[in-house]
């Protein structure tokens, strides 16, 4: 059993991620979330998070982090998230609301014990944690980041947004010979799902009629470009700790252009030393199956629990 954290700013994909885990309780002890401003203000993502977590009756420490990139501005993409971050379903407060704590010390006493990171927005965060905590580095047993790319981006030609996002924390997250897992845009194709597989989530059960709406919305970009899928770029981390022997990855060193027109590409060598496990490519249809046991799986235990 791994300890988890989650450090994500949901996001339609982020809450993916995250319903993998929680249909995984033999493999993950989720300690917490911490959230960033990323897709939509931190204070948009958080409120998402709380919600879908109420929505769920599942009871964790949700705290809101950084509202700022370390050096730049946050730009929102209300083109791929809408203006809330998570439209799509229409989701109410409920009793899961926003720990009024301060993100890093909480982090702190999640890292008292070896602990994996699940890093699924800019890793601002993350690399204030580094900065300012240096003591509890030891126990990042592992960071799982999705972001970069190997090839071309999504927000730049040739950038992915997290790391565009704060680029800056990127490279101190990256230099920190911490165990980091890479999954970039190229890897999360391979954790993409058939809009046929979609379209039965919905009204078939609880949960997956929440995931139904969920990716209705975020598959609109690649329907409206007459593609058979969506890539589901989170949950590439989650899928990677569940089924790591589904996915081809290499050791390559990974560095970070800070500033330009290439702002937050990754540069990846593989001819010297490595600090990152860059993973490369994954098994599709295989991971599409476990998605649909997981969505099913948490349907039941929620109807098991009324
Ligand atoms: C990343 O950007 C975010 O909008 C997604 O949630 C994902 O983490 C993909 O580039
Ligand atoms: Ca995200």
Not at 7 to 30: S, V
Request: aromatic share 10%; with cysteine.
């Amino acid at each position: 059993m791994r300890n988890i954290i989650f450090d994500c700013d949901p996001g339609h994909d982020d809450i993916m991620a995250i319903f993998a885990a929680l249909a995984n309780p033999e493999e993950f002890n989720i300690l917490g979330f911490t959230t960033v401003c990323g897709n939509q203000t931190s204070d948009k993502v958080t409120k998402n998070l709380c919600r879908v977590l109420s929505y769920l009756d599942k009871d964790y420490v949700v705290v809101e982090g950084e509202k700022k990139p370390l050096i730049y501005n946050p730009e929102p993409q209300p083109l791929a998230h809408g203006e809330s971050g998570l439209d799509g379903p229409i989701l109410l407060d409920g009793k899961i609301r926003n720990k009024n704590i301060n993100y890093l010390e909480f982090l702190e006493s999640c890292l008292s014990t070896k602990t994996t990171i699940m890093a699924l927005g800019p890793l601002t965060n993350i690399a204030k944690l580094i900065s300012e905590k240096p003591h509890v580095i030891p126990n990042i047993e592992q960071i799982v980041i999705m972001g970069g790319s190997i090839y071309g981006g999504n927000i730049l030609e040739k950038s992915e947004f997290n790391i565009y996002a704060d680029p800056h924390a990127a490279k101190i997250v990256f230099d920190s010979g911490l165990d980091i897992v890479l999954a970039p845009l190229e890897v999360c194709d391979y954790c993409s799902l058939k809009h046929n597989v979609i379209d039965p989530f919905k009204s078939k059960g609880y949960v997956s009629n929440l995931t139904y709406e969920i990716l209705e919305f975020f598959s609109r970009y690649s329907k409206e470009r007459n593609k058979d899928k969506s890539p589901i770029f989170d949950l590439a981390c989650t899928m990677y700790l569940l089924h790591k022997e589904a996915f081809v990855g290499k050791n390559a060193y990974v560095d970070v252009v800070l500033e330009g027109e290439n702002r937050g590409q990754t540069i990846i060598n593989y001819s010297s030393d490595g600090n990152v496990l860059v993973l490369e490519s994954a098994n599709n249809e295989f991971l599409q199956t476990k998605f649909i046991e997981y969505i099913n799986r948490l349907d039941l235990e929620y109807k098991n629990n009324r």
